[in-house]
């Protein structure tokens, strides 16, 4: 058990690899989603040998604090506790304390399959409005119930009319969220590419579904009969995708590994950008292993950005000591080091 | 556990089968048996028991748990209820009941539909629902189900099958708890109760 009193701006946590920074910063993640940053289930967080896990944290913002509580016996359900206030659902936590998390996998964004592009969209929204997460955990359920009767054979089409109406309702409104969302995120996205690469570069992202808001009844209806051979879903939202586009060519085939880079890092800060201005307050932001992953020109817009209070509070972390102090130092920026051995943690 | 007698073993084993039973409870049990009048004992429990796995049966009219083939509530309502209460299980007619705000008769589904559990319409009491409904004397059908997913898919499903019968469909209202406080409600549960909000009426009081 480890009690920490973090900085309000720059926190760099620094340790050999495999001595437990990512899984502290994974931590605050956790307690910002009531989920593992890296897919990880939540008996698979709890330590060997041990039958719970708990986290407590307290927030101070704007003079408030808030205290949130999470606990998972093994095998019992997991409880949250906001201000003492035990939640319903873990829904209800997303929001109380926004999160953006670069981490050094990123680039499965690019590379991956549709999913990692969803999922990426998906964690924005979610945490800059309550209501696309509920309408998320319904239109999943309910998919996977309407994927259940057609995998069983056992044909009802009333069963198939209620599940499709439905997923319309709210894959429409899932949708909407969506494409409200590309445009004004495109804009930041754009700004801050051209801040870290020579400005030569056009960048896009084209919004990929079969969704007509129009025509969704109708396409629903013609595909049924399609869907109830193959036994399988073929249409909804949950199919789309989000093509990244540099010089309208599609970057996953044709961008180089340094174009891919700057538009994963500009994306991140987007993302930072996009859920601060939807909630009115800023994210925690966390870079794993910064100084591995940044390059010099991307290292320098990350420092121009502290310098210009773009952020609140940081939390970094790095194997060396040394080339981070000397960044920061040379710089004049005030931070407060955590060194990480084994487990164990503790305040220079 | 090591057990000096077989017989006590097999007793504790069973009542630990027993939804809620561990097996410390199940042995405390058994040793209560043990320990008390023989006969009595036979009386108060090995007899009801009895009784209850041989001769319990399910209304033929509305599914609920009865002594006969029809169940009381409908014996004693089936000629002049206008309104038929659908309800998930057993369990939620007695709730109901005990709020005793209700004259009407009642439908027990037996669950949900959820393919992903392998409930499909087919395993619940859907048909007779329907032909039940038809009846000219019925006037109202209440969706009394839990607002879950699962239940509202249901809640949609039956009021679709529901249609050609001509009846009323309702369903239970969805709002503020009593004694509850509107800033602890969710924001799901607020929004709802002020789209769906009620006339205020003194003679309610």
């Known amino acids: 058990m480890a009690k920490l009193d973090f900085d309000k701006k720059i926190n760099l946590l620094y340790g ?26 939540d008996k698979m967080l709890i330590k060997e040998g041990e039958e719970y896990l708990r986290l407590t944290g307290k927030i101070q913002h704007d003079g408030n604090i808030q205290s949130i509580i999470i606990k998972y016996p093994l095998g019992q359900r997991k409880t949250i506790e906001v201000q003492k206030n035990r939640l319903n659902n873990s829904s209800e936590l997303v929001g109380v304390l926004p999160v953006v998390f670069i981490a050094p996998d990123d680039i499965s964004i690019v590379n991956g399959g549709s999913k990692e592009r969803r999922d990426f969209v998906n964690r924005i929204l979610c945490q800059s409005n309550p209501q696309y997460l509920r309408q998320l955990i319904r239109y999943n359920r309910v998919l996977t119930q309407k994927s259940s009767l057609l995998k069983s054979g056992k044909i009802d089409y009333t069963l198939l009319d209620t599940y499709n109406a439905d997923l319309i309702s709210t894959g429409s409104y899932i949708h909407a ?75 996953k085939k044709y961008g180089s590994q340094g174009q891919i880079k700057s538009f994963l890092y500009a994306l991140r800060i987007a993302e930072y950008t996009y859920i601060e201005t939807q909630l009115g307050k800023k994210p925690i932001l966390i870079l794993d292993d910064f100084f591995e992953k940044l390059d010099r020109s991307r290292l320098s817009h990350l420092i121009e950005m502290i310098n210009k209070d773009t952020f609140e509070q940081i939390f970094l972390s790095d194997t060396e000591l040394d080339r981070s102090k000397t960044l920061f130092d040379d710089r004049g920026i005030d931070y407060q080091a955590f060194r990480v051995i084994e487990g164990q943690i503790a305040s220079d | 556990m090591s057990y000096s007698s077989r017989l006590l073993e097999e007793a504790v084993e069973a009542f630990s089968r027993l939804p809620g039973i561990g097996k410390k ?160 409600a969710d924001e799901m549960t607020l929004g709802r109760s002020l789209m769906t909000r009620t006339e205020y009426k003194l003679s309610e009081i």
């Open chain 1, 16 to 41: 050999k690899n495999g001595s437990g920074k990512t899984n502290l910063l994974d931590a605050i993640h956790y307690m910002s989603l009531a989920k593992s940053y890296f897919s990880m289930t």
């Open chain 1, 177 to 251: 969220c969506r494409k409200n969302f590309i445009s004004p995120f495109i804009d930041f996205l754009q700004q801050n590419y051209a801040d870290i690469s020579d400005g030569a570069e056009q960048i896009d992202i084209q919004y990929i579904t079969q969704y007509d808001e129009a025509d969704i009844k109708n396409a629903y209806e013609n595909i049924l009969r399609e869907e109830v051979y193959s036994k399988r879903v073929l249409i909804g939202t949950h199919k789309d995708d989000f093509d990244f586009i540099i010089n309208n060519k599609r970057l």
């Open chain 2, 25 to 184: 409870s199940a042995l405390r049990m058994a040793m209560y048996l043990i320990r008390e009048d023989k006969s009595e004992m036979k009386t108060l429990f090995v007899e009801p028991v009895d009784q209850l796995i041989s001769n319990i049966k399910f209304c033929e009219k509305c599914n609920n748990i009865s002594d006969d083939d029809v169940c009381n509530i409908c014996q004693d309502r089936e000629h002049k209820a206008e309104t038929i209460c659908v309800v998930q299980s057993i369990r939620d007619v007695m709730a109901i009941e005990d709020t005793a705000q209700y004259k009407g008769i009642y439908h027990v589904l037996g669950g949900v539909i959820s393919p992903l559990d392998g409930v499909t319409a087919d395993d619940l009491n859907i048909d007779t629902l329907i032909e039940r409904a038809q009846s000219d004397q019925v006037k109202e059908v209440i969706l009394a189900i839990s607002p879950t997913i699962e239940g509202e898919t249901t809640i949609f499903y039956l009021s679709k099958k529901l249609k050609e019968a001509g009846v009323k469909i309702t369903q239970l209202a969805r709002g503020i708890s009593f004694g509850g406080e509107l800033e602890y």
